[in-house]
């Protein structure tokens, strides 16, 4: 089946200290890749998403490339700030289906 | 647009009663999901409809849940009787294919049955 592997957490990291958060997945067709960002108390919204190999994501200084050869999908940023702390989720859909099959999730805090 | 709302934003029962989740998506989607949250078991899927049919409910833990969606835009997850374990946010989220199966997640529902 599908499935979604991520980084364990938490994560905690200085204010504009470079970030990656590791996903990599398996999948029984071609899936497109999201990142999914739950911020205290709210829902999951979207940060950004790739739906071919070698394309790249990005949001909010977030960026992230679909790499079939690794069938990776790491999350990164430059310089992180304390509005970035939250959980980020790692997750996929294969083909037409709209289900996604997420991460666990990978809490960060960043300290200032 | 007001994005998806659900109803109540806090919900406190006794365990054995009856609790009510309810979520309106966002118009013109025609996928709607049910998601749990709990610290120790994370993110779940529940059951998901589209275009108001249930396509897959085998997240549904168990004969005291249940799910329907009697019109594209309102939905309702019932437990009954509810049980301490089933303290968790339960998350609704909608998507259409024109959105590229983005999914848009309401506030949640957080339940304490005590």
């Known amino acids: 089946g599908d499935s979604v592997t991520q980084m364990e957490g938490p994560v905690t ?4 200290a470079f970030l990656t958060i590791n996903c990599t997945y398996t999948a029984t067709g071609y899936p497109s890749l999201f990142w999914y960002v739950q911020y205290p108390g709210e829902g999951l919204q979207l940060l950004l998403k790739a739906t071919k190999a070698d394309d790249k994501g990005s949001n909010k200084g977030f960026e992230a490339t679909y790499r079939k050869e690794t069938t990776s999908f790491h999350l ?7 509005s970035d702390s939250a959980v980020y989720f790692c997750a996929l859909s294969v083909g037409g ?8 999730g990978t809490r960060l805090t960043i300290i200032p | 647009d007001a ?31 049910w998601y749990r949250q709990t610290m120790m078991r994370g993110l779940e899927l529940l059951i998901y409809f589209n275009n108001n049919v249930p396509i897959d409910d085998s997240g549904m833990p168990e004969d005291r849940f249940s799910a329907k969606m009697p019109n ?13 374990r089933d303290s968790a946010v339960y998350f609704c989220a909608s998507s259409s294919r024109s959105a590229l199966n983005e999914q848009f997640f309401g506030p949640g529902t957080r339940l304490t049955v005590l």
């Open chain 1, 76 to 82: 990164e940023k430059g310089s992180v700030q304390v």
């Open chain 1, 13 to 16: 990291l200085s204010e504009e």
């Open chain 2, 3 to 33: 994005g998806v709302i659900q109803s109540p934003r806090h919900e406190v029962t006794e365990m054995g009663q009856e609790v009510t989740l309810r979520c309106k998506p966002i118009s013109g989607h025609n996928s709607l999901f």
């Open chain 2, 72 to 84: 594209a835009s309102f939905s309702t997850l019932k437990i009954q009787p509810s049980e301490p």
């Open chain 1, 97 to 104: 289906n709209e289900k996604l099959t997420f991460g666990t």
